[in-house]
């Protein structure tokens, strides 16, 4: 029999594996291997553990030593020293940014310690591509509860109980979904995952498909029985490959172990799922769009109602939630409704997982209680705004959502403080801006993105988005004139009251919140022609200050020949040669020259 006495995990997420994990673990294999020591160590590769900026990630038990940025490069010290000598190499762990102090565990970590990780418990601590390490961990248990211990109606109510709401972006309640599901006429009903994560700078149901694919499994079986569904899709998009490929695996490994398929537990329980790959079409993660690609039809929205609990695949009652509303499923059965509902706050119970992007230190996936301030998550776990600058505003909520400036960071994050706000949870991708972004920009960035993943089945989105694209185009490009702040909050107005679907109805608000929070911007780039955060190349304008040396650095760097002047002398650039591309601003060492 084999002694293993240390593990080694290595995160295999979609962020490590880009930042080389892979080459790490065959470097860690083949090392091992010379040192004589591949029968005593084991490695393991997990999904991701969340601190993406500092990927990729290894982790050494039993100590529990968290490495950080680890690179082929270092394997062979990493090797020698910790698991050869068991001495920690104390250059790959983290440093606090403030107190330079070099932390081994990652519990100790900022970025962890405000964090509850509930649906990310076994994301980087677990081999994704094993059942047995799931079902180490107590997974399938809350299956084989509700199976022997609970009726369907039973297991309905206590996700009722919980105040579970749908992860998804609206936040219905998700026990009531289930009821209506449930209560439906009809023998035939179906499960959907859906797991069409399309919103820019999101990926926390990939990372959980990734990292933990049977609580998702698990959770969908649990609403399989609940409503009487004996069928299942998880609808994923093609972009997604490695969720895929351990998706499939888990469904097979499940299948092999009597916990998918023919009376499942010896309960008479019967449940089948199967994997629709998407296109990558933004607007199939509307609902009744992603019923239609299913069947393989072009996915656009229809009217509701019919609503899909009553009418839906195929014309049979469909419950259909996302990937993080299923995983939450299996603790609320094992832990219980009350224990769920003593999380977060009166109407919004339990956590929330947000991907962090943006112009913030700590980049990655945190998990944290619903009614945690936007504060404590961009300084406390996501350690602030890069390079020291000042926070300007957060995007929460993707295309969908909106943007929150400074003086809304102590907002608490639960669903009705967002949209009273003008914002809304969304999926949960969370993008910190600085001072140096522009806010016509960013509306003008979401809103193409939404105008071009339009279906056009509608006119107010089909055309009323583009409206608007072609105003936002217009004002950065520093041809704004008056009343298109007028006709912008028309349009928007309009297209929120008609637009066919959610998606439609919802496009406008990151124009609607940046006009609310940051109207002087837009006025400024209208009145002005200038854009305050110097972001917009058609309204910069370059100038040397007398804090020139007369050093000859821009002059070189300038690729137009629009910079004269004579050495030790104060320089001067011709504006109207200038192209703005800022090569000059970027090569002064004296911070001589400006831009506005």
């Known amino acids: 029999m084999e002694h293993i006495r240390a593990h080694v995990l290595i995160c295999a997420g979609t962020g490590c594996v880009s930042s080389g994990s892979k080459k790490v673990e065959a470097a860690l294999k083949e090392e091992l291997v010379k040192k004589g020591l591949d029968k005593e160590v084991k490695i393991i590769e997990t999904g991701c553990h969340g601190f993406c900026e500092m990927g990729p990630l290894v982790i050494i038990y039993p100590e529990g030593t968290f490495y950080v940025r680890v690179q082929e490069s270092d394997v062979p010290e990493l090797v020698e020293t910790h698991l050869y000598k068991g001495r920690i190499v104390e250059r790959l762990l983290y440093k606090e940014p403030i107190t330079h102090e070099k932390i081994p565990n990652y519990n100790e970590l900022a970025f962890y310690k405000k964090q509850m990780r509930y649906v990310l418990a076994n994301c980087g601590h677990i081999n994704p591509e094993d059942i047995k390490e799931y079902i180490a961990e107590g997974g399938y248990e809350a299956l084989g509860k509700a199976l022997t211990q609970m009726k369907s109606e039973e297991v309905v109510e206590e996700i009722k109980k919980a105040g579970l709401r749908g992860r998804g972006g609206g936040g219905f309640p998700t026990g009531v979904k289930w009821g209506f599901t449930r209560n439906a006429p009809g023998t035939k009903k179906y499960v959907v995952c859906n797991a069409d994560e399309g919103d820019p700078g999101a990926f926390m149901d990939r990372s959980v498909l990734e990292g933990d694919p049977h609580r998702v499994i698990e959770g969908m079986a ?206 949960g991708g969370l993008v910190v801006m600085d001072e140096t972004t522009c806010m016509v920009d960013v509306a003008k960035f979401f809103l193409n993105f939404t105008q071009a993943e339009s279906c056009g089945k509608c006119t107010p989105c089909r055309e009323g988005t583009k409206r608007m694209l072609e105003i936002l185009t217009r004002i950065t490009e520093g041809n704004g004139r008056q009343g298109d702040i007028e006709l912008l909050e028309s349009l928007a107005k309009n297209i929120k009251a008609t637009a066919l679907c959610g998606l439609g109805q919802t496009a406008p608000n990151p124009v609607l919140s940046t006009l609310h929070y940051f109207r002087d911007e837009y006025e400024a780039h209208i009145k002005e022609k200038r854009c305050p955060a110097g972001a917009c190349s058609n309204l910069l304008l370059y100038s040397i200050t007398d804090a020139c040396k007369g050093c000859g650095l821009c002059k070189k760097a300038c690729p137009a020949e629009a910079i004269s002047g004579e050495k030790k002398a104060q320089h001067e650039i011709d504006s109207a040669k200038c192209i703005k591309c800022g090569a000059c601003f970027e090569k002064c060492p004296f911070k001589a020259i400006l831009k506005g």
């Open 222 to 427: 649990i609403c399989g029985y609940a409503i009487g569904a004996d069928e299942g899709y998880v609808y994923v998009r093609a972009e997604y490959p490695l969720a895929i490929k351990r998706l499939k695996t888990a469904i097979k490994q499940a299948e092999e172990m009597g916990l998918l398929g023919e009376n499942i537990l010896g309960s008479g329980f019967n449940f089948k799922l199967k994997i629709k790959e998407g296109a990558g079409a933004f607007v199939c993660g509307e609902e009744t769009a992603l019923l239609a690609s299913i069947e393989g039809k072009r996915g656009m929205p229809r009217p509701r109602p019919p609503f899909p609990a009553i009418s839906g695949l195929w014309g049979k009652p469909t419950n259909i939630n996302n990937v993080e509303t299923f995983a939450n499923v299996p603790q609320i059965i094992n832990k219980g409704a009350d224990w769920y509902a003593s999380i977060g706050t009166e109407r919004s119970k339990g956590t929330k997982v947000f991907a962090l992007t943006g112009r913030i230190n700590n980049t990655g996936l945190a998990e944290v209680p619903m009614g945690i301030t936007m504060r404590e998550i961009i300084y406390e776990i996501g350690g602030g705004i890069q390079g020291g600058k000042k926070f300007k505003a957060v995007q929460i909520g993707g295309p969908s959502g909106g943007c929150l400036p400074e003086s809304m960071l102590d907002l608490p994050v639960d669903y009705d403080s967002l949209i009273k706000a003008g914002a809304m949870m969304g999926s």
